[in-house]
Structure formats: C-alpha cells, structure tokens
Antibody, heavy 117, light 111 residues
Framework: QVQLVQSGPEVKKPGSSVKVSCKAS????????ITWVRQAPGQGLEWMGR????????NYVQKFQGRVTITADESTGTAYMELSSLIPKDTAVYYC??????????WGQGTLVTVSS | QSALTQPASVSGSPGQSVTISCTGS?????????VSWYQQHPGKAPKLLIY???KRPSGVSNRFSGSKSGNTASLTLSGLQAEDEADYYC???????????FGGGTKLTVL
C-alpha cells in the first residue's frame, strides 16, 4: 500500500493562493488516480477533485470550478492541489488520497491551511 | 448541507451491534454500487472500511459490513469495541457531473 506524504501547514492571506503537494513514498503518484478532500474545522469531508495522471484527466466539483487546479509532476512523482482566491472559509485540512473506482484507500497525513488576515 | 444524509450520532455498548444509515438519491447511492465508508479518529486521516457497498479492504476487521437497499446504504458494526468510537462517513459516486458526494458524518459513541 503506497504512503502519501503531504507538505506542511500554511498560513495565507485572503485573496492569495496555496499549493499543497502530495508525494508517494515507495512508488509514484503517476501510477494512481489522486483525489483531494478537505475538512473544515469540526466539519465533515468534502470532495474537491481528482487527477488521473496517466491520461492527464482532471475532474473538479462544480463548487470549486475555476478556483482549484490539480496537477501531477511525473518527474518528481508528486501531485499538487492549488486553490486560489482564498477566503477564511477555505480554512481546512486538505487531504490527498489514492482513488480506485471512487474509493479512497491510502491517505496523506493532511495539510492544515489557515486563511486569515 | 451534505448530499448524503447520515444520523449525527449513534451509540452502543461494548459487544453490541450498531447500524449507520446513509440516505442519498437515485442520482447517487441508488444508481451506483460505488458506496464506500470511512472511519476517522480525532486528528487522524480517514480510513477506508468498505468499498463498492460490501467489500472490505485487506486488514479491515470483518466486524464491519456494508449493505444497500434502494437509495440507502448502511454500515453495520458488530461486537462493538472501545476503539470503534470515531466519526464515520459514507461516500458515493454521483455521476460524471457531480462525481463524488460524502455524507455529513456520524459520531459513534461506545457507552
């Protein structure tokens, strides 16, 4: 089972962007579909989107269309999730996970993104 | 408001069984056998318990089982143990437009 390691916590100003990375340990993210899920403090899980690196396809939830970009760098075996035009309600823990037919088996440790002026 | 509806909380005593429901619609749970369940302990990443409605990943206890009837999926935990106390989330594929929806989560308390 692949292990996913995410980048560290971020503090961002409203209106700025954040880019969170997700690297596979013992493999490469290019071999997997990678999904991104976020969880606001005290709230439930929210699916944001996914990337299928081998074919370069991305899917995004409509709510984040235009604000979120998910990419994968095959040379480094790393997936990225960039969220722009940040608002305080974007404060959350962001997770990457491997995605196999819409079930998410291996998860990263999560990255806390705090949006505050 | 989540797309899938779960009870906010359930409880049970050690050794008992509890069932958590997950009600969706004909656009998600009712149309696809792609329902999964996750367990999340405080401060931890979610853990996959059930996928494709009834299947358990390797290493997941057979005390966890899944089922579906119509637009409602269910997770049953048998032989409750103290370590089962956690939040549980259901998830379903919802077609090529919406893609994936989660339930709002259920807090399980072991009395």
């Amino acid at each position: 089972q692949v292990q996913l390691v995410q980048s560290g916590p971020e503090v961002k100003k409203p209106g700025s962007s954040v880019k969170v990375s997700c690297k596979a340990s013992g493999g490469t993210v290019s071999s997997y579909t990678i999904t991104w899920v976020r969880q606001a403090p005290g709230q439930g899980l929210e699916w944001m989107g996914r990337i299928i690196p081998v074919v370069g396809i991305t899917n995004y939830v409509q709510k984040f269309q235009g604000r979120v970009t998910i990419t994968a760098d095959e040379s480094t075996g790393t997936a990225y999730m960039e969220l722009s035009s940040l608002i305080p309600k974007d404060t959350a823990v962001y997770y990457c996970a491997t995605d196999s037919d819409n079930s998410f088996e291996s998860w990263g440790q999560g990255t806390l993104v705090t949006v505050s002026s | 408001q989540s797309a899938l509806t779960q009870p906010a909380s359930v409880s049970g005593s050690p050794g008992q069984s509890v069932t958590i429901s997950c009600t969706g619609s004909s656009s998600d749970v009712g149309s696809y056998n792609l329902v999964s369940w996750y367990q999340q302990h405080p401060g931890k990443a979610p853990k996959l318990l059930i996928y494709e409605v009834t299947k358990r990943p390797s290493g997941v206890s057979n005390r966890f089982s899944g089922s579906k009837s119509g637009n409602t999926a269910s997770l049953t935990l048998s032989g409750l143990q103290a370590e089962d106390e956690a939040d549980y989330y259901c998830c379903s594929y919802a077609g090529s437009s919406t893609h994936v929806v989660f339930g709002g989560g259920t807090k399980l308390t072991v009395l």
